[in-house]
């Protein structure tokens, strides 16, 4: 059990299992890439554990952009999502096969607007996700480390008001 802030969390994905998972996903797209460039677009800040670790494992020629994204306009955090990306130079990914790397896809509203975003200009756009609401999500990601219930949880990227990502382990709130 951890405290951050003022919130009780408890055990919930070690360490070992995160790292059984990352090395799935990262056969899998190998394999699935084999031959092939992909462009990996890791988005920022919550997938920036999972993303490093997801990159070194694959077998596969890649290149990297990171992405910003904007999820909600000011008063309207949960009811509005932007699914803006930013990213420095999005010629790069004129005809590209592109793979987006998230730490958590929930509602997938964020994600489907990501998605219709990044295929005005590639070739192809995948999403690989360490988590996935399930039953929440309006979003099927092409790739999952773990699915689960509406928990809130943090770790290994994910966050409570910034503070968490650092933890080896996921933990959910109790």
């Given at each position: 059990m951890i405290t951050i802030q003022d919130k009780q969390f408890e055990d919930f994905i070690s360490s070992v299992e995160i790292t059984e998972m990352v090395s799935s996903l990262a056969s899998k797209i190998s394999e699935d890439y084999k031959g092939q460039i992909p462009l990996i677009i890791p988005v920022l800040n919550g997938s920036f554990?999972?993303?490093?670790e997801l990159?070194?494992?694959?077998?596969?020629?890649?290149e990297v952009e990171f992405a910003g994204v904007k999820s909600y306009k000011g008063i309207e955090r949960g009811k509005?999502?932007?699914?803006?990306?930013?990213i420095d130079n999005y010629s790069i990914l004129n005809g590209r096969d592109v793979i987006v790397v998230e730490d958590i896809v929930d509602s997938g509203i964020t994600m489907n607007k990501i998605v219709s975003n990044l295929l005005v200009h590639s070739k192809t756009v995948k999403v690989?996700?360490?988590?996935?609401?399930?039953?929440?999500?309006?979003f099927l990601p092409d790739y999952f480390g773990r699915e689960l219930d509406d928990e809130f949880?943090?770790?290994y990227g994910m966050d409570y008001n910034g503070f968490g990502r650092n933890l080896t382990d996921i933990y959910k709130l109790k």
């Open positions: 554990m999972f993303a490093a990159i070194k494992q694959l077998t596969i020629e890649c509005s999502s932007t699914g803006w990306l930013t690989v996700t360490l988590l996935y609401k399930l039953n929440k999500s309006v949880v943090v770790g």
